[in-house]
Every structure is written in structure tokens, then in C-alpha cells.
């Protein structure tokens, strides 16, 4: 019809009018990338911790201070072979303790000499041994002993709290001397996670008789955990932070008075 006439839409930009999650796409993406990988390396870690590492309840005071009566310690599960001189192990040994874990500081390995004391130290391989974990003021001269050669495969242990510690000293006329074999020990203790103590502080007096332990993936573990959870936290909170900042760019502002 001559008079009729058509009115044409614009098409909208975007190629339609669906309305997706706020924020650009970019953000978006980055977002659930971040929460993708955070959450493989927090649930990675909690894995990986739990493979490695086992959690004790200590009930003693012998390894005062380093450890106190009720401290809980994570103890990195490994061979008796990785044992070295100044570790702190937990193993089962029958003829100290029935059917009970036990956790003690090696002071000597298959092949030394221990005794004790010269000056108030313990003495290996003839070396006056400095050791700052053992309570302050405390002489390690009260638990003397004569010398003691260790046995190839075995360990002789000692507690930190020298004078109450039932301990290698005790057991001294067994016929191994009160030494442990290496394959009794199942873990080495890294740290006190409660009270949250940290990491053991490493035995440097035993140094210049041969390496130390390296320490265990505990501190690699805790940053895999907290590296993932800020990742999915912040991962999480981009879309309503975006929301927020969308909605405030878009309110409308108030005309001025006497506007029309």
C-alpha cells in the first residue's frame, strides 16, 4: 500500500541479545583458569602430603624441648637406610616398647663410637658434639655412659630430656648394646604442627662426621596448598567483583535540576 511504511531494527552488536556471566571474556577465562589450577594444586598437595608425610601424637616429655608431651608432629615416611646422624625417628623396637611407636634423636650410626661425657658433651668418633636443642642449662653428662661401638645396621638413639628419657642408655646390657636397628624406623620427624612450631631446627653439631639429611617436601607441600587456595579464591571472586563494578558504570545518574 502506498501509504504504508516499515521501520527497520538496528541490529544489536554482539551478534544477539544473550545476556553471559559479566565481565569481558578475557576475564572470564583467566578466571576459570585460575580456579582450574588452583584447585589441582591445593587437592595435588593435600595428595602428595598424605602419601609422604604421617601424623604422630607424641605422649612423652623425652624429646623436650624440641617436642613436648602431646605435640603433634608430621613425620616424612621413609627407609631406614635415609637415616642420618641428629635425625629425629619414630620406629617400633619389641624389646623397648611392645607394640608402641617411639620417637628419639639418632646421635650415632653402624660404625661409631659413642660415649659420653667429655666437658658435659657427647662425644662421637672421639668429636665433642654441640647440641642447643637440649634443654637449657642441661648438661648431657647425666645421662654417662661408657663407650659403645655401634653395630653395622644398627643406631643408638638418645631423647632430648636426657635425664628422664628411656632411651639407648636404658637398655645398654641388651646384647645390641640398647642400639636399634636401622630397619625399626618408619618415618623421620620434620616438623610440630601443633602447636604450629615449624620445622625442626637442623642438627648442625653433627656436621663435620658426615652429611645431614636433606629436608623433606613439607615446605613445598604447604606452598602447593596456599598457592591453590588463593588461586581459587581469587579465581572465585572475579565475577562478583566484575558484577559490582558492571552495575555501578551502569546506574543511571540524576538529571540536573530543572532538566526536562
Sequence with gaps: MGGESTTRTAPRSGGGSSSGPVGSRTGQRLSGLAVALGLVLFLGGFVWGALIYRPY??????????????????????????????????????????????????????????????????????????????PQGSLAEITDFPSVKVPAGRLFLLGDERQGSLDSTAHLTDAAQGTVARSAVTARVDAVVWPANGLLTRPTGFEELGALSQPGPLRTIVWLIVGGAVLVLGGGAYGPIAKRTSRSRTRPQPEPAGAR
Design 57 to 134: 601424637t607424641v605422649p612423652t616429655s623425652s624429646m623436650t624441648p624440641t617436642i613436648d608431651a602431646g605435640d603433634r608432629v608430621l613425620a616424612q615416611r621413609i627407609d631406614g637406610g635415609e637415616v642420618r646422624r641428629g635425625d629425629v625417628v619414630v620406629f617400633s623396637d619389641k624389646t623397648w616398647v611392645t607394640n608402641a611407636l617411639v620417637v628419639k634423636r639418632v646421635v650415632a650410626v653402624g660404625g661409631d663410637t659413642v660415649s659420653c661425657c667429655t666437658n658435659g658433651k657427647l662425644t662421637v668418633n672421639g668429636k665433642q658434639i654441640d647440641e642447643p636443642y637440649l
